[in-house]
């Protein structure tokens, strides 16, 4: 059985401990050990592609809060149904305005690159036939 393996039975104390006294014995040697650690995953939080707790926290964070704003079409009832009513035209309203704005951008940036080409067409017609040098 190999040094890291050994370490991996007592776990992340260990290679910290290792590391430690790498650092104590000869800078280099704790900066190398630090540097396998890392590599290896035995220290990282990233491990197995996983990104962290702080990450996973943040997901179900993000996940009550989609939930009590009523996010996506299955929105939970406030229990006043008039408000529910009310909610619901707003954000289909909101969400056509949503759209036809988003129309828009699409014929401005459209308009915008036909524009565009059309300046281009019409200079490279330009250079294409020069007109000729007045003669005096």
């Not at 014995?25 to 704790?30: E, H, K, N, R, S």
Request: hydrophobic letters at 35%; glycine letters at 10%.
């Amino acid at each position: 059985m190999n040094v890291a393996a050994k370490l991996d039975d007592f776990g992340r104390p260990a290679w910290i401990g290792l590391t430690v006294l790498g650092f104590i014995v000869y800078w280099p040697v704790g900066l190398a050990i630090l540097l396998f650690s890392l590599w290896s995953g035995r220290m990282g939080c990233w491990k197995h592609g996983r990104i962290g707790r702080w990450h996973h926290g943040a997901e179900r964070m993000s996940d009550r809060m989609q939930d009590w704003c009523g996010g996506g079409r299955d929105r939970r009832s406030s229990g006043n149904r008039a408000f529910d009513e009310y909610r619901g035209e707003t954000l289909r309203r909101l969400e056509a305005e949503q759209r036809e704005f988003l129309d828009f951008l699409d014929r401005l940036r459209q308009a915008k690159d036909k524009a565009e080409f059309d300046q281009f067409m019409a200079e490279r017609r330009s250079r294409a036939n020069p007109s000729p040098p007045p003669q005096s």
